[in-house]
Every structure is written in C-alpha cells, then in structure tokens.
C-alpha cells in the first residue's frame, strides 16, 4: 500500500562540507602523505566526493539530465550519469580513452524514495459513491443498452465535494466529455470515475490513452452485481494504483477492487 508520508530527502551540510575542504587543503599544504590526492570522504548524506586535486574539486560521480542536444563537459573525478530518453547511460573519461555507455541504475549512490499519495481533502462521501452507482445503473436501464457513464468529482474549501454528471457521448466500452472548456467539471476536477457497467473494474487502453492529467482516476465496474471501484492516481500519465477506500467513503454496497 502507498505511503502518506512525505519521504524525507537526505541533505548535505555545507558547512561540513567547506570545513573538511579547508583541512584537506591545509594537509596537502604541509606535504602530507601523497594519498590524501585521491581521498575521498563519507559526508553524512552518504554521497562520496573526491578532492582528488585543489585545483579541481569535481565530484565523484555527477548525475546529468539530457535535456538539450548538447551534452555538457565531463566534469566528474571517477563517472557521470546521464538520463536521456534512450534510458541511462554511463560516461567516463582519461587520458587515452572516453566511454559513454547504457548503465543499470546506480542504487548504491541513491536512497530509495517510496512512492506517495495524500489527498488533501476529506474523502468523497458515500453519499456521493452512490449516486454515481445509482445513475450508472439508471442510465443502461432507460436506455435499454450497456452504456459507460462519467462521472467528475471537483472539490473547494467552500462547497466541498460536489458530483458532476458532465455533457458526455457514450458508448458500450467509450466515453467522453464533450465539454472541455476552461471552466468546465472536465478541467476542475480532482476525481475522475467513469463505468463498466457489467464489465470487471479494469482501466483499458483507451483508459491510459485517456486519464493522463493529475488526478484520481477510477473505474466502476460489474454495477448490477458486485459493484467494484478501482482506483489510480496520475501524474500526467504514470499511474500508481491505490486503494479505492483512500480517497472514497464507500457505500456498504461497492466493494473497492485492489491489486487484482
Ligand atoms: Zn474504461
């Protein structure tokens, strides 16, 4: 299950950092033992750099993003990492050779970060669960055929949770808004649930075509026998499933579908 808590980010003192400069320094000074050229010191986020030379002060190993053509100089005392769209690579250089080639995450230099989720907002109330099951059943009973239903949630500190029922086309394994203007539901809102009526809670392809904002997406499916909500938060497009009952209070009646 996703954490809530914010993971908390290693940081690097820089005062330590100045003082062990300035006594790395003075030892070279004093002609210390010729190894101190290639020390490398612990700080206390775990992070290696290397004053290999007072001259250079590069770091060990320096972390790159590819964001435009050119990559920069190689500026790094034993490596580099770069992220490119290619996936990761790997550059280092010395006299008489240069290299710049695909590399495994370099885990060993990293802290590992847990993927979090906080809705910052009390939790839709059932209240709102139902009508949403509610509608989706009424509207394949009057219609005569299995149509998929969307739903939005948009919340405010004034009015809370409010349910929208958006202008929609609607098909047997489609829907959409067809309302997409600045101050529409479409744009505002903070959840996002549409049905499959008969169908498993599953998000399809058209859905990751689809739910590519940041929000809450959620799937409502097997309505008219054992409603099932399963649910994803967004960030633009990379997903991380999390429980329905996160972000709703659910009716007795819809059971939340998770990790299956
Ligand atoms: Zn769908």
């Known amino acids: 299950m996703a954490s809530i808590v914010q993971a908390e980010y290693p940081t690097i003192s820089l005062r330590r950092f100045d003082a062990d ?4 320094r003075q030892r070279v000074r004093e002609g210390a033992d010729a190894q101190l050229l290639s020390e490398r010191r612990n700080l ?3 992070l290696r750099l290397s004053f290999s030379a007072e001259k250079t002060m590069r770091p060990l190993t320096r972390f790159l993003f590819a964001q435009e ?3 920069p100089e190689y500026d790094a005392a034993l490596c580099e990492y770069i992220f490119a769209a290619n996936g990761l690579l790997r550059r280092a250089q010395r006299p ?5 080639i695909p590399a495994a995450p370099p885990t060993r230099l990293l802290k590992i970060v847990e993927p979090c989720f906080r809705l910052n907002a009390p939790r839709v109330p059932m209240q709102l669960v139902q009508m949403m099951l509610n509608q989706a059943r009424r509207q394949c009973i009057e219609r005569g055929e299995f149509v998929e239903v969307l739903f ?3 919340w405010d500190d004034v009015q809370g949770w409010t349910l929208h029922t958006p202008p929609q086309a609607q098909g047997v394994t489609w ?3 067809t309302d997409t203007s600045a101050n529409s539901a479409y744009v505002k809102a903070l959840v996002e649930v549409h049905s499959h009526h008969w169908m498993e809670p599953r998000f399809s392809p058209d859905d990751d075509r689809d739910e590519v904002g940041f929000r809450i997406y959620g ?5 008219f026998e054992r409603p099932e909500l399963k649910m994803r938060v967004s960030v633009y497009g990379d997903w991380w499933e999390i429980p329905a009952s996160a972000a ?3 009716p007795t009646e819809v059971f939340e579908r998770y990790g299956k």
Request: charged share 15%.
């Open 21 to 24: 400069r300035e006594q790395h």
């Open 248 to 250: 709703f209070d659910l």
């Open 69 to 71: 053509n050119a990559i």
């Open 152 to 154: 939005y949630c948009c």
């Open 219 to 223: 799937v409502l499916g097997r309505i």
């Open 96 to 100: 008489g050779l240069e290299a710049m």
């Open 44 to 46: 206390q986020c775990g």
């Open 175 to 177: 829907v959409y808004a």
